[in-house]
């Protein structure tokens, strides 16, 4: 396991906010040197600790409809379903969690006939589903932008 430390933790933030910032800018914010800010981003991408990504807006991309689904699942069926919910494009998110439900999904889709779709006619092939809930996003104030897949 890669050792974080605050620099390390603030240079991600940093990049969170600005990933086109350049590593004089980034040095400056720091108070540290350019070639600290280069030394340790090549450390934590190459540890596997930061990955650089480009991310959008959903609705620019065709995909207005932001939508959480959650999933209850036989527990031996749990694994499968994420592999084949991980190859989806519309899926933007996805984890198993505890509580309620074994999986969570964040997804986007062009229309409700989108999304109708993908949960009558593909969520409902999923093996050992035993229900699903499915929330539209009606307002997001953080995180609007993700992966397009």
Do not use: C
Not at 22 to 32: F, G, I, P, W, Y
Not at 103 to 112: L, Q
């Amino acid at each position: 396991m890669n050792k974080i430390n605050s620099i390390d933790e603030k240079l991600v933030r940093l990049l969170g906010r600005n990933a086109q910032q350049n590593s004089e800018t980034l040095a400056k914010q720091l108070n540290v040197s350019a070639a600290t800010v280069r030394r340790k981003l090549k450390k934590l991408i190459q540890s596997g600790s930061l990955r650089i990504v480009g991310v959008a807006d959903p609705s620019e991309f065709g995909y207005p409809m932001g939508v959480v689904i959650t999933l209850d699942m036989e527990h031996d069926k749990i694994e499968e379903a994420m592999r084949v919910l991980a190859k989806r494009p519309e899926i933007g998110w996805l984890s198993s969690t505890t509580g309620r439900y074994d999986i969570i999904a964040v997804g986007g889709f062009s229309s409700t006939e989108g999304l109708s779709h993908f949960l009558t006619r593909e969520l409902a092939k999923l093996e050992g589903l035993r229900g699903s809930e499915t929330f539209v996003v009606l307002d997001n104030k953080k995180g609007h932008f993700i992966p397009l897949t």
